[in-house]
Protein backbone atom coordinates (compact mmCIF):
# COMPACT_ATOMS: atom_id res chain seq x y z
CA UNK A 1 0.00 0.00 0.00
CA UNK A 2 3.12 2.52 0.44
CA UNK A 3 4.76 1.63 -2.67
CA UNK A 4 1.10 2.35 -4.18
CA UNK A 5 0.71 5.73 -2.58
CA UNK A 6 0.90 9.25 -3.95
CA UNK A 7 2.70 11.47 -0.84
CA UNK A 8 1.18 14.95 -2.32
CA UNK A 9 -2.49 13.43 -1.87
CA UNK A 10 -2.00 11.66 1.78
CA UNK A 11 -0.62 15.09 2.72
CA UNK A 12 -3.39 17.08 1.44
CA UNK A 13 -6.20 15.02 3.19
CA UNK A 14 -4.28 14.50 6.00
CA UNK A 15 -3.30 18.33 6.82
CA UNK A 16 -5.26 20.55 4.74
CA UNK A 17 -8.73 21.96 4.01
CA UNK A 18 -8.73 24.38 1.57
CA UNK A 19 -12.68 25.64 1.39
CA UNK A 20 -12.44 26.34 5.17
CA UNK A 21 -9.41 28.18 5.14
CA UNK A 22 -10.40 30.49 1.86
CA UNK A 23 -14.23 31.34 3.50
CA UNK A 24 -11.67 32.03 6.36
CA UNK A 25 -9.10 34.20 4.68
CA UNK A 26 -12.34 35.94 2.65
CA UNK A 27 -14.16 36.51 5.90
CA UNK A 28 -11.42 38.27 7.44
CA UNK A 29 -10.51 40.30 4.55
CA UNK A 30 -14.16 42.12 4.53
CA UNK A 31 -13.97 42.52 8.39
CA UNK A 32 -11.10 44.55 7.75
CA UNK A 33 -11.31 46.19 4.73
CA UNK A 34 -14.88 46.23 4.30
CA UNK A 35 -15.16 44.84 0.59
CA UNK A 36 -14.38 41.78 -1.42
CA UNK A 37 -10.76 40.12 -1.92
CA UNK A 38 -10.13 39.00 -5.53
CA UNK A 39 -6.35 38.22 -5.90
CA UNK A 40 -4.93 35.68 -3.64
CA UNK A 41 -1.06 34.58 -3.26
CA UNK A 42 -0.22 31.17 -1.62
CA UNK A 43 3.08 31.31 -0.47
CA UNK A 44 4.49 28.02 0.05
CA UNK A 45 1.76 26.64 -2.02
CA UNK A 46 3.20 22.62 -2.63
CA UNK A 47 -0.08 21.68 -4.95
CA UNK A 48 -1.30 25.05 -4.75
CA UNK A 49 -4.35 23.36 -2.69
CA UNK A 50 -5.49 27.11 -1.66
CA UNK A 51 -5.29 28.08 -4.78
CA UNK A 52 -7.91 26.18 -6.78
CA UNK A 53 -10.21 26.55 -3.87
CA UNK A 54 -9.68 29.88 -4.07
CA UNK A 55 -10.66 30.31 -7.59
CA UNK A 56 -13.81 28.23 -7.21
CA UNK A 57 -14.95 30.01 -4.54
CA UNK A 58 -15.42 33.50 -7.25
CA UNK A 59 -16.01 33.87 -10.90
CA UNK A 60 -13.83 36.67 -10.30
CA UNK A 61 -10.94 35.22 -7.98
CA UNK A 62 -7.38 35.17 -9.51
CA UNK A 63 -4.10 33.17 -7.51
CA UNK A 64 -0.72 33.38 -7.76
CA UNK A 65 0.73 30.10 -6.00
CA UNK A 66 4.83 30.42 -4.80
CA UNK A 67 6.90 27.33 -4.10
CA UNK A 68 10.18 26.12 -4.90
CA UNK A 69 9.42 22.73 -5.68
CA UNK A 70 8.30 22.65 -9.75
CA UNK A 71 7.76 18.83 -9.06
CA UNK A 72 5.10 19.46 -6.54
CA UNK A 73 3.18 22.68 -8.15
CA UNK A 74 3.00 20.46 -11.48
CA UNK A 75 1.42 17.77 -9.38
CA UNK A 76 -1.02 20.24 -8.29
CA UNK A 77 -1.63 21.59 -11.93
CA UNK A 78 -1.63 17.83 -13.31
CA UNK A 79 -4.18 16.18 -10.79
CA UNK A 80 -5.77 18.80 -9.23
CA UNK A 81 -6.40 22.55 -11.24
CA UNK A 82 -6.29 21.00 -14.90
CA UNK A 83 -8.98 18.12 -14.05
CA UNK A 84 -11.03 20.73 -12.18
CA UNK A 85 -11.89 22.28 -15.45
CA UNK A 86 -13.62 25.34 -16.54
CA UNK A 87 -11.08 28.21 -16.90
CA UNK A 88 -9.76 27.78 -13.35
CA UNK A 89 -6.63 26.81 -14.53
CA UNK A 90 -6.26 30.21 -16.37
CA UNK A 91 -6.78 32.27 -13.01
CA UNK A 92 -4.24 30.61 -11.29
CA UNK A 93 -0.58 31.03 -12.05
CA UNK A 94 1.91 28.99 -10.36
CA UNK A 95 6.00 30.43 -9.99
CA UNK A 96 8.47 28.36 -9.04
CA UNK A 97 10.45 30.74 -6.90
CA UNK A 98 11.31 31.60 -3.17
CA UNK A 99 8.53 33.41 -1.24
CA UNK A 100 11.16 36.43 -0.42
CA UNK A 101 11.54 37.22 -4.21
CA UNK A 102 8.74 39.99 -4.35
CA UNK A 103 6.96 39.46 -7.90
CA UNK A 104 5.62 42.97 -9.96
CA UNK A 105 1.86 41.61 -9.56
CA UNK A 106 0.12 43.07 -6.29
CA UNK A 107 -2.72 40.97 -4.44
CA UNK A 108 -5.18 41.40 -2.02
CA UNK A 109 -4.68 38.58 0.59
CA UNK A 110 -1.40 36.47 0.87
CA UNK A 111 -1.29 33.93 3.21
CA UNK A 112 1.53 31.45 4.44
CA UNK A 113 -0.46 28.11 5.89
CA UNK A 114 0.69 24.89 7.69
CA UNK A 115 3.73 27.39 9.78
CA UNK A 116 5.70 27.13 6.84
CA UNK A 117 7.54 30.57 7.26
CA UNK A 118 9.18 28.73 10.29
CA UNK A 119 12.00 27.44 7.79
CA UNK A 120 13.09 30.95 8.36
CA UNK A 121 15.29 30.66 10.93
CA UNK A 122 16.61 34.38 12.44
CA UNK A 123 14.76 37.17 12.88
CA UNK A 124 16.51 39.14 9.67
CA UNK A 125 15.43 36.04 7.47
CA UNK A 126 11.72 36.13 8.86
CA UNK A 127 11.82 39.92 8.50
CA UNK A 128 13.22 39.84 4.72
CA UNK A 129 10.41 37.32 4.04
CA UNK A 130 7.82 39.85 6.19
CA UNK A 131 9.18 42.52 4.12
CA UNK A 132 8.62 40.95 0.73
CA UNK A 133 5.02 39.99 1.69
CA UNK A 134 4.21 43.61 2.51
CA UNK A 135 5.73 44.59 -0.71
CA UNK A 136 3.57 42.18 -2.58
CA UNK A 137 0.37 43.67 -1.37
CA UNK A 138 -2.20 46.40 -2.57
CA UNK A 139 -2.60 49.33 -0.60
CA UNK A 140 -5.10 47.84 1.45
CA UNK A 141 -3.95 44.27 1.52
CA UNK A 142 -4.10 41.84 4.04
CA UNK A 143 -1.29 38.97 4.80
CA UNK A 144 -3.11 35.91 6.58
CA UNK A 145 -0.90 33.39 8.78
CA UNK A 146 -1.44 30.62 10.68
CA UNK A 147 0.51 29.83 14.47
CA UNK A 148 1.32 26.67 16.34
CA UNK A 149 1.93 26.71 20.19
CA UNK A 150 0.82 24.94 23.85
CA UNK A 151 3.02 23.25 26.25
CA UNK A 152 3.00 20.13 23.92
CA UNK A 153 4.48 21.61 21.01
CA UNK A 154 7.48 22.46 22.73
CA UNK A 155 8.81 18.74 23.28
CA UNK A 156 9.06 15.72 22.14
CA UNK A 157 5.76 13.90 20.94
CA UNK A 158 4.08 11.49 18.52
CA UNK A 159 0.46 12.33 17.37
CA UNK A 160 -1.48 9.39 15.53
CA UNK A 161 -4.63 10.38 13.29
CA UNK A 162 -6.59 7.61 12.12
CA UNK A 163 -8.05 9.13 8.44
CA UNK A 164 -9.33 4.94 7.57
CA UNK A 165 -7.80 4.06 5.15
CA UNK A 166 -4.15 5.59 6.27
CA UNK A 167 -2.67 6.75 9.96
CA UNK A 168 -0.99 10.15 9.68
CA UNK A 169 1.62 10.34 12.36
CA UNK A 170 2.88 13.74 13.75
CA UNK A 171 6.46 13.41 15.15
CA UNK A 172 8.14 15.82 16.96
CA UNK A 173 11.45 14.36 17.07
CA UNK A 174 13.28 17.36 18.60
CA UNK A 175 12.93 20.73 20.31
CA UNK A 176 15.89 22.43 21.27
CA UNK A 177 14.51 25.56 24.75
CA UNK A 178 17.37 27.50 23.53
CA UNK A 179 17.16 28.02 19.86
CA UNK A 180 13.16 26.97 19.68
CA UNK A 181 14.42 25.23 16.84
CA UNK A 182 12.08 21.93 16.37
CA UNK A 183 12.66 18.68 14.19
CA UNK A 184 9.11 17.35 12.73
CA UNK A 185 8.46 14.27 10.74
CA UNK A 186 5.37 13.27 8.63
CA UNK A 187 5.12 9.64 8.35
CA UNK A 188 1.95 7.48 6.67
CA UNK A 189 1.22 4.06 8.21
CA UNK A 190 -0.82 1.88 6.13
CA UNK A 191 -3.62 -1.23 6.99
CA UNK A 192 -1.02 -4.10 5.59
CA UNK A 193 1.88 -2.46 8.14
CA UNK A 194 3.68 -0.34 5.21
CA UNK A 195 4.68 2.81 6.23
CA UNK A 196 5.84 5.79 3.86
CA UNK A 197 8.50 7.13 6.83
CA UNK A 198 9.48 10.59 6.94
CA UNK A 199 7.54 11.03 3.71
CA UNK A 200 7.60 14.78 4.83
CA UNK A 201 10.90 16.51 7.27
CA UNK A 202 10.46 19.85 8.49
CA UNK A 203 13.18 21.81 10.13
CA UNK A 204 11.80 24.83 12.04
CA UNK A 205 12.24 27.53 14.46
CA UNK A 206 8.75 27.81 16.74
CA UNK A 207 7.87 31.49 16.67
CA UNK A 208 5.49 33.11 19.33
CA UNK A 209 2.79 35.46 18.85
CA UNK A 210 4.50 38.38 19.90
CA UNK A 211 7.56 38.06 17.74
CA UNK A 212 5.55 37.46 14.84
CA UNK A 213 3.39 40.56 15.87
CA UNK A 214 6.67 42.29 16.31
CA UNK A 215 8.33 41.11 13.05
CA UNK A 216 5.43 41.94 11.07
CA UNK A 217 5.30 45.78 12.53
CA UNK A 218 8.68 45.82 11.78
CA UNK A 219 8.14 45.11 8.43
CA UNK A 220 5.76 48.34 7.95
CA UNK A 221 2.44 45.92 8.44
CA UNK A 222 0.13 49.10 10.09
CA UNK A 223 -2.11 46.69 12.20
CA UNK A 224 -1.67 42.92 13.52
CA UNK A 225 -4.92 41.03 14.72
CA UNK A 226 -4.90 37.79 16.92
CA UNK A 227 -7.73 35.64 16.08
CA UNK A 228 -9.08 32.42 18.23
CA UNK A 229 -11.32 30.27 17.48
CA UNK A 230 -14.63 30.08 19.48
CA UNK A 231 -15.71 26.65 20.73
CA UNK A 232 -19.06 25.12 21.77
CA UNK A 233 -19.80 23.32 24.99
CA UNK A 234 -18.60 20.41 24.29
CA UNK A 235 -15.01 22.11 23.43
CA UNK A 236 -15.47 21.75 19.40
CA UNK A 237 -14.30 24.33 17.22
CA UNK A 238 -17.25 26.31 15.76
CA UNK A 239 -15.22 28.01 12.49
CA UNK A 240 -15.85 31.83 14.14
CA UNK A 241 -13.23 33.71 15.60
CA UNK A 242 -12.90 36.49 18.23
CA UNK A 243 -9.67 38.54 18.86
CA UNK A 244 -9.37 37.70 22.55
CA UNK A 245 -6.62 40.30 24.89
CA UNK A 246 -6.03 37.07 26.44
CA UNK A 247 -5.61 33.55 26.70
CA UNK A 248 -4.76 31.37 28.34
CA UNK A 249 -1.92 28.28 27.68
CA UNK A 250 -3.25 24.99 26.29
CA UNK A 251 -1.75 21.72 25.43
CA UNK A 252 -1.36 22.46 21.98
CA UNK A 253 -3.03 25.16 20.05
CA UNK A 254 -3.33 26.31 16.18
CA UNK A 255 -4.51 29.64 15.52
CA UNK A 256 -4.29 32.44 12.84
CA UNK A 257 -3.07 35.72 12.90
CA UNK A 258 -3.89 39.25 10.05
CA UNK A 259 -1.50 41.69 9.22
CA UNK A 260 -2.45 45.39 7.26
CA UNK A 261 -0.47 46.59 5.22
C1 LIG B 1 4.69 22.70 4.86
S1 LIG B 1 4.67 22.68 3.07
C2 LIG B 1 3.25 23.70 2.84
C3 LIG B 1 2.28 23.17 1.85
C4 LIG B 1 0.94 23.86 1.81
N1 LIG B 1 1.07 25.28 1.50
C5 LIG B 1 0.16 23.74 3.09
O1 LIG B 1 -0.41 24.73 3.56
O2 LIG B 1 0.06 22.66 3.67
C6 LIG B 1 6.06 23.70 2.76
C7 LIG B 1 6.32 24.06 1.29
O3 LIG B 1 7.16 25.22 1.30
C8 LIG B 1 8.09 25.14 0.22
N2 LIG B 1 9.20 26.06 0.57
C9 LIG B 1 10.10 25.94 1.58
N3 LIG B 1 10.90 27.03 1.63
C10 LIG B 1 10.48 27.87 0.65
C11 LIG B 1 10.89 29.15 0.21
N4 LIG B 1 11.89 29.81 0.80
N5 LIG B 1 10.23 29.72 -0.83
C12 LIG B 1 9.21 29.07 -1.45
N6 LIG B 1 8.78 27.85 -1.06
C13 LIG B 1 9.40 27.26 -0.03
C14 LIG B 1 8.42 23.67 0.11
O4 LIG B 1 8.86 23.35 -1.19
C15 LIG B 1 7.06 23.02 0.47
O5 LIG B 1 6.31 22.73 -0.70
Redesign the pocket.
Known amino acids: MAQRADVHAL?ERA??DPPTDVKFFAKTYRRLRDHEPLSMR??????A??CLAWVRAGADRTAIG????QE?MDWGRTNRIEPAGGDLADRIELRC????EVGKTKVDLTC?????YC??KTRAALLE?FTAVHEGLNRDGVFILDLLGGSESMGEDVTDNDLGDFVYRWEQARFNIITHEILCYIHFLFPDGSKLERA?S?DWRLWTAPELRELLLEAGFSKVHFFWEKTDRRGDGTGVFFEPDYVENQDLWWTFMAAER
Open positions: YVQEDFCGTALVDLSTADVRALNFSTFYYY
